[in-house]
């Protein structure tokens, strides 16, 4: 159906976790999203047509994003998707997607590997979170024996094994790796074992929320003071956690204490655009603005919305947001700015490192 | 070993408090409180709302067991009174409740973690190991709080009233005992112990409006196998709570989680009545 001239605003599908696991996230990446349309609005639009945000809640799960997909392809043939959501909710829209032929840019780190003609990802997968982590531990903080601990689901169990492999590519060893469900919160017998096998350093990948403030909280209370690596916490979470949280070391593509003049805008803008509403933006909610931009720029170029025109121009665009230049032409995915910070007394953080133009390495070999 | 030891004991001292409140509403009552876990939840925003304002630490522990307390008698005569004579309802009715606390919760707070200070951190030195300073006071606390309610049971006239009550409510009544509001001040005191026991176990969890739930789940397989008895719930903590950490430790933490409710379910089998003597 080519309907581009005929329609009067360009529709941006938006599936998202308003209800289930990623219900505490979902309303920073609504309202980043809510910025870039309004930005490019008054500035014209695209293609000189209105951008309209159509929003669906996914249940953070397969079931609820199976009927997100649905209705926002089917009933409200939006032009394309763009959305963060958990891999379980990603991997039951994907058929969809690919079905009818949308664009979807898919805004949320993962564990990687994740490959369709029609999705294209710009948030970092492990090869670009890991690396710097564990090489700073190894090569700064002379670390050699590690220990990993996670939640029991896809992610945190995908992250911690590309962990070890990288950990013992290196010549590191791991002494001990164990996982708890995602709702436990006794990490008891774990952190005696972490005691008795005294490591160096500790690195975790739980779930998102309560098992990071779990974790740390008993850390904490059991005197565990070893380098420690948190794969999987945020900057609001981390403020939560009071001086428990000092130290952590974290390693994203977006931190709110990035200096350049992009950052420094968004943020103002933000600030202005929500005041005391708004949630602090993060590593979900800063890749979805920046992906808005960067379909605008894909359309511009393609000079229409037709999904296949699209999808080709995707890897040729590029766009400088508030994480630098992301341009998603390695495989589907971008190479990005990897920012390594430290959680401070006060609760923010303290970035200590950047790696530039960190590679995403071989995702989609296959496209 | 030193540790494997204070890990078993810790644990089921944080089980005894956990349960205590839950315990005596089943005794009194003869009624599963299943808002018992959101009970828990309001005593950890009990100590976000009391630390966030400023004020000492400590001073959460009591405040999130007089919130449970007025809660408690609100519930009890709003929710729990009305449904008496249906006892299965009445269960239902406590399960929804523990549903419209959370939901309440998120409406005020929003569904994040919330920030909540610990009245102490880090670690003591005991038994020649280092070892953490709040678990090894909540042993303190669940020693406490078993002498207290002993004393409150034995040697006060409410203790006496409620333990008649326990007995068999009906012939209670007919000696005059008002069981009504017996049952009332008990529902008020569980909630109160289980607000207070949120707040308690708070140093070493999140804050958030699910933390609670958990809870509820290991402290009714535990309030059944002990039976209506302090000694009998302590017996039962430490047995559970030590099969708990055991399999933790040398099986897989994973399983360790469902030990409780399979070792539970294994002992009412071989002895339905638990471990208490009646």
């Known amino acids: 159906m080519h309907g581009a001239a005929a329609q009067e605003t360009v529709k941006i599908g938006i599936p998202v976790g308003l209800s289930g696991a990623n219900s505490v996230v979902a309303p920073s990446v609504v309202q980043s999203s809510e910025l870039a349309a309004e930005e490019i609005n008054a500035a014209g639009g695209i293609l000189g047509q209105q951008v309209e945000l159509v929003v669906a809640d996914d249940g953070s799960g397969a079931q609820g994003a199976q009927r997100a997909f649905d209705s926002l392809v089917f009933q409200s043939d939006v032009d394309v998707l763009i959305s963060m959501e958990t891999s379980a909710a990603r991997n039951a829209g994907l058929p969809i997607v690919n079905r009818a032929g949308k664009p979807f840019i898919y805004t949320s780190f993962y564990e990687g590997r994740s490959c369709s003609p029609w999705m294209y990802v710009d948030a970092w997968v492990p090869e670009q979170q890991v690396m710097p982590i564990v090489d700073h531990f190894a090569d700064n903080l002379s670390a050699k024996s590690f220990y990993l601990i996670g939640s029991d689901y896809d992610f945190g169990r995908g992250m911690l094994e590309f962990t070890r492999s990288y950990i013992e590519e290196r010549g590191g060893k791991v002494l001990g790796e164990e996982y708890l469900p995602m709702d436990g919160s006794d990490w008891t017998a774990i952190i005696s074992d972490l005691k008795s096998k005294n490591p160096d350093a500790l690195i975790t990948s739980t779930a998102g929320g309560a098992p990071n403030v779990t974790l740390t909280k008993q850390l904490r209370n059991a005197g565990v003071t070893i380098p420690y690596g948190n794969l999987a916490v945020d900057e609001g979470t981390a403020k939560n956690m009071g001086g428990d949280a000092t130290g952590i070391f974290i390693s994203q593509s977006y931190l709110t204490g990035i200096e350049s003049p992009e950052n420094q805008k968004f943020l103002a803008a933000m600030k202005a655009k929500f005041g005391d509403e708004l949630k602090t933006p993060n590593d979900l909610s800063v890749p979805q603005y920046e992906a808005i931009y960067l379909y605008k720029a894909a359309v511009e170029k393609a000079g229409s919305t037709d999904p296949q025109a699209v999808v080709d121009a995707l890897p040729e665009v590029s766009y400088t947001g508030p994480r630098g230049p992301i341009q998603m032409n390695k495989q589907h995915h971008t190479p990005l700015t990897m920012y390594m910070g430290q959680v401070t007394a006060e609760g923010g953080v303290e970035v200590i490192k950047t790696f530039d133009n960190v590679d995403p390495g071989e995702q989609c070999p296959n496209l | ?278």
């Open chain 2, 1 to 278: 070993m030193a540790t494997l030891f204070l890990d078993i004991l810790t644990t089921a001292s944080m089980l005894f408090i956990v349960a205590a409140g839950l315990m005596i509403i089943l005794g009194v009552m003869k009624l599963i409180n299943f808002a018992h876990g959101a009970f828990l939840t309001v005593g950890g925003y009990a100590v976000h709302v009391v630390t966030d304002a400023g004020y000492n630490a400590w001073l959460t522990i009591p405040a999130a067991a007089a919130v449970g307390f007025l809660l408690g008698v609100v519930v009890e005569r709003l929710v729990v009174r009305p449904l008496y004579s249906r006892p299965l309802d009445a269960i239902l009715a406590t399960w929804g409740l523990g549903i419209v606390i959370a939901q309440v919760i998120v409406f005020i707070f929003g569904r994040e973690v919330q920030f909540a200070a610990s009245p102490i951190s880090g670690t003591a030195e005991l038994l020649a190991t280092t070892y953490s300073a709040w678990r090894l006071i909540l042993v303190g606390a669940a020693v406490i709080l078993g002498v207290l309610l002993t004393a409150l049971l034995y040697l006060t006239r409410f203790g006496l009233n409620a333990r008649a009550v326990i007995m068999n409510e009906d012939l209670a009544r007919g000696l005059g005992i008002d069981s009504v509001r017996v049952r009332a001040m008990t529902f008020g005191l569980g909630a109160a112990l289980a607000c207070a026991a949120g707040a308690l176990i708070t140093p070493l969890l999140s804050v958030d409006p699910n933390m609670g739930l958990p809870w509820l789940v290991n402290s009714f397989m535990l309030v059944l196998v002990s039976g209506v008895a302090i000694p009998g719930l302590a017996l039962a903590s430490l047995l559970l709570g030590g099969a708990q950490v055991l399999v933790s430790t040398f099986v897989s933490p994973i399983i360790g989680g469902i030990t409780i409710v399979v070792l539970a379910a294994v002992i009412l089998r071989i002895k339905p009545q638990g471990l208490s003597r009646g």
